[in-house]
């Protein structure tokens, strides 16, 4: 069959690019609890918007270039400089690995609802209009303007059933330079007649935007699919098992809910009473794999949970939405010790916000508020732990830690740009705000940095994200 003409779209993640001195403070948390800061630091970035070189503590960023290639000259480089700002720092973009691109426009509005009743009264109604393309491409364009201008660089996003609006998302991140994974929502029970697929409808559908994808972007370069069954309780298990040996046959990524609410886990068995529990379902239809991203996972028993972690799965925790929709407090630091990865997720809009630092923030104190329940202290995840998971868990969670999530020679550029000294910025920050006991300089330096890193993650928002970078590209320049 002869494809239709699909006109070529210009990204500006991918367009031509000079290489690039980038010289200021870097700040990332390479590891779990660990900021590290780097200070008058230049990092070339080459033309495929790749770092080739990061030299801390330099005095001319031009001249680390020529010494990294003698065939760079300040004629030939562009060099962005922000080491003049105490308060202007580099940080790797948030890597959102858990949002619904259609439900945008119902971000803050949940009422008392819990999971169940809630995708019955706020998101299929509205996810239904999706059918209708001149909604999809303004709410889509919205959504991945709103993201990148918080920072998000990556995101994997769940659409509607409706193959050509979800082939819009597709472009439209593209078309904005945003880093996407997107799936095509898979639901063939249990909805409503006007928002569901037959088995056969759903593989055309599915199929159809696989197709999509690999034509706009054969490499993968900046947009790759993800299998996306809604949840267990949404699929028949023969849809579940096409879907699952698809996503290994092809190494696809693949993307769902699990055992988010305990009414949803009761009902779910229910209609699966052959499965030993709710992650059987997804580990028997072949759904499980290093590349799949488990939403929520609130209410996992502890053979659950090795079942995730034998399968190298990663979770995405969503705890504004686990916090609006009442479905539970998650145990992270429970997750994190067995060795399974765990990202964050704005879950728009069982989640109220666009904003991965809101969410980080709000993982920050939900596990405050496991530890008033548990008296586990070891619990609590600090500041560095929740940006750790806004960044690096994201880069593990869609399977790209060899290119994302932290600064280092060989990965992307792919960051942003953070003042928060900036025009009407919502942080304040005290030149007499000193630190108080350090015993060198460096460690006085450090101090003071962490304590700048808190006042960004608690009261800082969007007006102190001042440029985006993907692929090495500018893509938001405010
Ligand atoms: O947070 C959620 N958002 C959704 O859209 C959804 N669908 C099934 N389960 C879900 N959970
Ligand atoms: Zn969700």
């Known amino acids: 069959m002869t494809q239709p003409f699909l006109p070529q779209i210009a990204s500006p993640a991918l367009q031509s690019l000079r290489f690039t001195v980038y010289y200021g403070t870097i700040a990332h948390t390479p590891e779990l609890g660990r900021l ?9 970035v080459d033309k495929a918007g790749q770092i080739a070189f990061i030299q801390p503590e330099t005095v001319d960023p031009v001249q680390a270039a020529t010494s990294y290639d003698s065939s760079l000259s300040a004629e030939n480089i562009d060099v962005v400089d922000i080491s003049g700002s105490e308060n202007q720092f580099f940080f790797p973009g948030f890597i959102d690995t858990h949002i619904h691109a259609p439900q945008f426009p119902n971000c803050g509005i949940f009422g008392n609802a819990t999971l169940l009743d809630w995708l ?17 491409a303004d709410i889509y364009a919205k959504v991945v303007e709103r993201t990148l201008a918080n920072g998000t660089t990556a995101a994997s996003y769940y659409a ?9 998302l597709a472009d439209m991140a593209m078309m ?15 909805s409503p007649q006007h928002y569901i697929e037959t088995l056969e409808e759903c593989q055309k559908s599915t199929n159809q935007v696989l197709e999509h994808i690999h034509r706009r972007d054969a490499k993968g370069l900046l947009i790759k699919p993800i299998i996306t069954p809604r949840f267990a309780g949404s699929c028949t298990e023969d849809l579940l098992r096409w879907l ?24 779910t068995m229910k209609l699966f009473p052959d499965f030993k529990n709710y992650t059987d379902i997804y580990e028997k239809t072949n759904l499980l794999g290093h590349k799949t991203i488990l939403a929520h996972c609130v209410h996992l028993t502890d053979e659950e949970r090795d079942v995730i972690a034998s399968h190298g799965s990663g979770i995405s925790h ?14 992270i630091r429970w997750l994190l010790e067995s060795g399974v990865n765990v990202s964050l997720g704005t879950d728009c809009s069982g989640g109220f916000t666009p904003s991965i630092l809101s969410v980080a923030r709000q993982a920050h104190l939900v596990s405050r508020h496991l530890v008033m329940k548990t008296e586990v202290e070891a619990e609590k995840l600090s500041s560095n732990d929740v940006l750790y998971l806004a960044t690096m868990g994201g880069a593990k969670a869609l399977d790209m830690a060899d290119s994302l999530g932290s600064f280092a020679v060989g990965k992307k550029w792919e960051c942003q740009m953070i003042d928060l000294a900036c025009e009407g910025s919502p942080v304040d920050t005290f030149k007499y705000q000193e630190p108080r006991w350090e015993s060198s300089e460096r460690a006085e330096a450090e101090h003071r940095f962490q304590d700048l890193i808190d006042k960004w993650l608690f009261n800082g928002d969007d007006r ?13 320049k405010k």
């Not at 590290?36 to 070339?44: D, F, S, W």
């Not at 993907?470 to 938001?476: F, S």
């Open 36 to 44: 590290e800061v780097l200070y008058n630091t230049a990092v070339g």
């Open 120 to 136: 019955e009264t706020y998101t299929f109604p509205l996810e239904s209009s999706f059918k209708d393309l001149d909604i999809a």
């Open 160 to 168: 509607t059933i409706h193959p050509l609006a979800t082939n819009l």
């Open 176 to 190: 904005k330079g945003q880093r996407a994974l997107i799936g095509k929502c898979c639901m063939n029970q249990n």
């Open 244 to 267: 699952g040996d698809l996503r290994s046959k092809n190494d696809y990524h693949c993307q769902t809910h699990l055992s988010e609410n305990k009414a949803e886990i009761e009902w």
């Open 318 to 331: 969503c705890p504004t939405s686990n916090s609006s929709i009442t479905s539970g407090e998650a145990r």
């Open 464 to 476: 102190n994200v001042r440029r985006v970078y993907v692929n090495g590209r500018c893509v938001v």
